[in-house]
């Protein structure tokens, strides 16, 4: 049986600092992150959808706004950790996998820091309803 995937993007300016060499720190800077979201599903609904598009992308928007216009360094999700594109791609999966309906799966969030550069969170098991 296929697999569907759809994807999201979302946008919002934020500021972050990363430790370089030793104890010293980067400049605190902004970027304009682009967020990508790659969901998957085996299963259509009665509406021939894995899931509605409005509901995926409301749930992405109220997350990702969490983190608009703010200093990343200072928030508690990145308390214990620099808040580089990895671990805000691996923050932003935690926080929206569980706001997804059964059966869809969060394969992937990709998060882009400038237009050329881009780390991705990619979870080893996407839970999505098996079907044989």
């Known amino acids: 049986m296929g697999l569907y995937e759809l994807v ?3 946008e919002f ?12 720190h980067e400049p605190v800077h902004k970027h ?7 969901l998957e599903g085996r299963r259509l609904d009665d509406a021939d959808m894995v899931a509605d598009f409005t509901v995926l992308q409301r749930n992405l928007t109220t997350i990702v706004g969490e983190l608009r216009d703010r200093c990343l360094n200072e928030l508690p999700a990145f308390s214990a950790c620099h808040p ?3 671990r805000v791609a691996k923050h932003l ?3 929206y996998r569980p706001t997804l309906p059964p059966g869809v ?3 992937k ?3 882009w820091e400038t237009g050329e550069c ?3 969170y990619i979870p080893t098991d996407t839970q999505t309803e098996k079907v044989d």
């Open 8 to 10: 999201l993007r979302s």
């Open 13 to 24: 300016p934020a500021a972050h600092s990363l430790r370089l060499r030793g104890d010293q």
């Open 32 to 38: 304009d992150w682009r967020v990508e979201v790659f």
């Open 84 to 86: 580089s594109a990895e």
């Open 93 to 95: 999966h935690d926080r």
């Open 105 to 107: 799966g969060l394969a």
């Open 109 to 111: 969030v990709r998060v």
């Open 118 to 120: 881009a780390a991705a």
